[in-house]
């Protein structure tokens, strides 16, 4: 029976039936889309003005980068185990204000060092600690369906970075870098900081709400009861889960594909270069991806509820495998088209399947713990991606070898995603829900 929500006061306008929990997902998607400043799509909108503007080199500034996402792993570890302790809307809050007041300082900055802490801050803040909040907040809230919100989210922050992109990139050319970073900065401090403060909780237990994780909470001007006693959140501990061999495989198996995703990314128009085909093929394979990534989050969806999530990352790490070892034969521009489906249809499960394994395998007792580790792990691989496709094409005039060894090693492990077996779900001792929690 679904809850109704009424207004506070005597005679007032009944509120319409919202579930709470879709409040969350739209929350957490605009979080994500706030992480755009510390991602390398996002900086990429800034680098040729900004290295013109700092007389800095691409090998310099590609040295800073590196080393700045390196660093700003970390941060996907520490901001998890905050999560798990203080909820998501304190954490949300903070994480979002320090990241708004760095990307305004950023640009500011006069300095190769002043550019490398900012780099790193946002690195850290945002591609790490913004986006493990992010994710966590949807896998804290629901607890049934879970897949199905995790296919929300993934369209609604697709979506949403679509728009965003272009805003910024419009920004960027009408008012220089440095006016478009620092309205960036103000929308963080002055948009979403707000909004999570205002909207965030923990779960349906931080509302005094025991229902069944996607049907609580209420809406803007709603009065929520007063907390009751609830058992504390059960699942597997952050140390148990590191234990599990599906915790590598998923962890791995993600972070292979962001290793490959920013691998391409970053090198996408020389790859197809050396294939021959110019840069229009290129920005229309953009456009592709984009859109078979959409189909490819419905997909992950529909069939994560139906097929065994192992099965469902072999076929996602196989068809990547298949793309890679592709990659160096085609030749005509409908092989490219056909190639960039099967990418975008693949990274959309990939990411639907990142964003649900953790709470549906592991539960909630230390989902930002797990989701951290799992995160850094992506971080670390995406930085690495760009700079072994760069040193192989260095070493060997061609891209064509790395893309022949990952394929294989990627293959054998959507061999071993076959194979591995979930654990158990864990149950947790009960004990009365803590009101310092309700965050």
Known sequence: MDTPFSAVGAGARPLPRLFYGWVVVGLAAAAMVGTLPGRTQGLGLITEPLLADLGLSRLAYGALNF???LLGSLGALGVGRALDRLGSRAVLATVALALGLSVCAMSRVQSTTGLALALTLTRTLGQSALSVVSIAMVGQWFQRRIERAMAVYSVALSLGFMLAFPLVGTLVQDWGWRGAWLAVGGTLVL?????????ARRGPEACGLALDGERAGGVLGARLVSPAPVPVLAGHTWRAALRTQAFWVFALGTALYGFVASGIGLFNEAILAERGFGAELYYRTLVITAFTGLAGNFLGGALARRVALGRLLALALFVLAAGLA???YLTAAVQIYAWATAM????????????????????????????????AITVLFSALGP?????????TGSYAPIFEALALLIAALGAAAVLVKLPEPAAAPERPFDPGERG
Request: charged share 10%.
């Open 67 to 69: 080393w700045a996402t």
């Open 191 to 199: 948009g979403l900081t707000p909004l999570a403060w205002a909207l």
């Open 326 to 328: 592709a990659l160096p």
């Open 344 to 375: 975008g249809l693949g990274g959309g499960l990939v990411m639907v399947l990142f964003f649900g394994v953790w709470p549906r395998v592991y539960g909630r007792r230390e989902l930002g713990r797990i989701q951290g580790s799992a995160q």
């Open 387 to 395: 700079v072994a496709c760069a040193w192989t094409h260095a070493r």
